[in-house]
């Protein structure tokens, strides 16, 4: 998959909305600190609040912009490649087929879709089939195995 070609036209449509929405974000939480005075601990907490989260912000429009140019490759950025079919028998029994996406906007219409960013995406990256990977939901840590992974198909 090539950077500026992988990109599916929807994807590129999302990661394009995203940034526009970041910018205006960004714009409205960045600190002016040169209007505003540092008064208690409490503004001080809240200044440096918003300069870190602009930071994040600025870091995620970065890594945007690289995606749209092409600067970024995301099928060498991951040990699972993007594309990979990955199939897994969770605690309960149950067992569902993923296939893994390299950035979150190429999720959004796929329930099979499974970012490597995300606790159960972190956790398969490195791993092979017959290992058993444990990772964070909202109900607390949970377990599964990963039963087999299929490489993308080249071509």
Known sequence: MASTGGLSPTA???????LAQLREQHDALM?????????????QADMLERAE???????????????????????TQHAVPPGTEVT???ADGSVDTLRVVAIAA???????????????????AER???????????????????VEMTPPKKG
């Open 31 to 43: 600190p002016r600190f040169s209007e505003e005075s540092l008064g208690d601990s409490a503004d």
């Open 88 to 90: 897994i028998r969770f």
């Open 128 to 146: 092979g089939p017959g290992d058993t990977i444990t990772y964070r939901t909202p109900q607390g840590d949970a377990s599964a195995e990963i």
């Open 12 to 18: 590129r449509t999302r990661l394009e909305q995203e």
């Open 106 to 124: 190429e999720a959004e219409d796929d329930e099979a879709a499974l970012t490597l960013d995300s606790p159960l995406g972190r956790a398969i």
């Open 53 to 75: 989260t602009a930071a994040w912000m600025e870091r995620r429009m970065h890594e945007i912009r690289e995606l749209l140019a092409g600067g970024t490759d995301p099928d």
